[in-house]
């Protein structure tokens, strides 16, 4: 251990600390921008101490030292707030904000901005720097919006894309004043490989990497007369939108969104976590028909089975492992089974054509925009699912339709698309698709009822993990991971038959799966608000009535109804997709 002092106060840390390691422990809260650490689980922590804001003074030491990237030694004697450190800080900021559009009022990111707050903490109230600004082209993409002018060079996002989700897209480009992070030869996102995971516009600072904002036209269509407009909410959503409202991350507000949105005018209320029970029917069949042909000696099954609903996901097996593509479940995503069964099943049932019913989604996604957006996804030019907005923009809905969200009363989801179970509500957090697919696939494997609904054996926040599951005579070795740098792990291993084999494996590309998706509100890095969202959805499934998606009465009857049974060719037609290189 090292011992130091900190504004006149004594500490001890483990040797390899940094001064701000030190001073949290002391809880002094010394100003950051660019640092970025998430948790030991995800591993991500952005080096670039770019940013000099943590600046301090270390007696003996010339120059300042910034806290972020300043190793501890041994009776270390450090000044967080004297004159000279202040001054430095502002330094910094003014110099920021020289070269930054003054467009806070109207700026996405305003309110959530940490230049903002720094710039308010600081009582920056003019700039003495005056010179060029930049003026980058604005990127637009069907998920993300780049708007380079509002970047601070943080590397933030850098550091999510290459290091993390190890996709690569975006890198520190030209030198001096021209220095931008973008894609190579700035192309647009949409030219990249770019999987609009998201993860970029989730930690960065300020307003350079936002969603695309969807939300106007949710408003407009809620307007017109014409249109049967329906509402399906994704498992994590109702976990985080609650902070949105200040409530404590981890308050699940079900009820509540549920009542807000039929008050903002949706003709129907209902649940993505229906289709994530209609997913795991497919699924599940789809992985014990695999296994049974494999435990046959069937030399042309591909194993394991890989899930497919997350699409940030798919486009990266697509980009990076082309070879692999027969390897995922070729199921869809409960957001376009649910877009399916809307416009061929549910349409038909009110009696109207496609073209008038809109489906909304609200996921805690950025990439859901996109997968909306593939051209499999539609029929003669409608969509499924006509317009994906995240988790933030619904808070902003709520915020301009004067609804008093606090106030709400409780009230339940529409029927048939509304019934979930508990099973489809854990799909919101890493490990809780595999969990749901998992007690349907041994109920179904043995033909008795489970002995323990909760497999906790799944469950955690490791970024890879693997566990093992009896079934019968046969123990499922499965596998989990979240985060694309972990599931490139588990591929390239796969693909080098390499490890012991294994039968399924859950891959989700946001670190902690939905629940720390690129469109919840911001966590500021606080990968602790991350867990209690993961930890609501299980508290969630725990108190639901019915657990198994095969047990969901509204699915029983929509097969009996409509699909037949798993994989059936309308399920085929209608549930069912395919992979491009
Ligand atoms: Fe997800 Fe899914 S769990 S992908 O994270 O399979 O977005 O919440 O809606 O489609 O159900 C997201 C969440 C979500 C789908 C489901
Ligand atoms: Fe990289 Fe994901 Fe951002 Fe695309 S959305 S640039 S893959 S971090």
Known sequence: MISLNIDGKYVK???????????????????????????????????????????????????LAPACATPVVEG???????????????????????????????????????????????????????GEESTYKKDHSPALERDMDKCVMCRRCETMCNDVQTVGVLSGINRGFSSVVAPAFERPLVDT??????????????????????????????????KVVVVQTAPA??????????????????????????????????????????????EASEFLDRLNRFLAGDKDVRMPILTSCCPAW?????????????????AKSPQQMFGA??????????????????????????????????????????????????????????????????????QDFDRPLGESTGAGVIFGTTGGVIEAAVRTAVEWATKKPLEKIDFTELRGMQGCREAWVQVGDLKLHIGIAHGLGNARHLLQAIKEGRGEMFHAIEIMACPGGCVGG????????????????????????????????????????????FLGKPMSETAHHLLHTHYFK
Not at 537 to 555: Q, T, V
Request: proline share 5%; aromatic share 6%; charged share 30%.
């Open 76 to 130: 270390m004697e450090v000044r967080t707030n004297t004159i000279r450190v202040m001054n430095a800080r502002k330094t910094v900021l003014e110099l920021l904000l020289s070269d930054h559009p003054k467009e806070c009022l109207t700026c996405a990111k305003s309110g959530n901005c940490e230049l903002q707050e720094l710039a308010e903490r600081f009582c920056i109230r003019e700039v003495r720097f005056q």
């Open 341 to 410: 069964v809307a416009k061929n099943f549910f349409a038909k049932k009110l009696g109207i054509p496609r073209e008038k019913l809109v489906v909304v989604s609200v996921m805690p996604c950025l990439a859901k925009k996109y997968e909306a957006s593939r051209p499999e996804f539609s029929e003669n030019g409608n969509p499924d699912v006509d317009i994906s907005i995240s988790t933030r923009e619904l808070a902003h809905l709520i915020k301009r339709s004067n609804i008093d969200f606090m106030s709400l009363e409780d």
């Open 237 to 282: 959503v109702r976990a985080a939108l609650g902070e949105e409202f200040g409530l404590e991350p981890g308050t699940l507000v079900t009820g509540k969104m549920v009542a807000a949105l039929r008050q903002m005018g949706f003709d129907y209320v209902f649940d993505t976590d229906f289709a994530a029970d209609l997913t795991i029917m497919e």
């Open 518 to 561: 690129g469109g919840q509100p911001y966590h500021h890095g606080n990968f602790d608000i991350v867990r209690k969202r993961a930890e609501a959805l299980y508290r969630e499934d725990a108190g639901k009535p019915i657990r198994k998606s095969h047990e969901n009465p509204e699915i029983i009857k929509l097969y009996e109804e």
């Open 193 to 226: 490989v770019c999987t609009f995971c998201g993860q970029c516009a989730a930690v960065c600072p300020t307003g350079a990497l936002v969603e695309r904002d969807y939300s106007w036209q949710v408003i407009e269509a809620l307007a017109d007369p014409d």
């Open 13 to 63: 840390v483990p040797e390899g600390s940094t001064i701000l390691d030190a001073a949290k422990q002391l809880g002094i809260d010394i100003p950051t921008l660019c640092h970025l650490k998430l948790d030991d689980a995800v591993g991500m922590v952005n080096k670039s101490a770019s940013c000099r804001i943590c600046v301090v003074e270390v007696k003996g030491r010339r120059n």
């Open 314 to 330: 798919v486009k990266f097996f697509e980009h990076q492992f082309p070879e692999l593509l027969d390897v995922p479940s070729s």
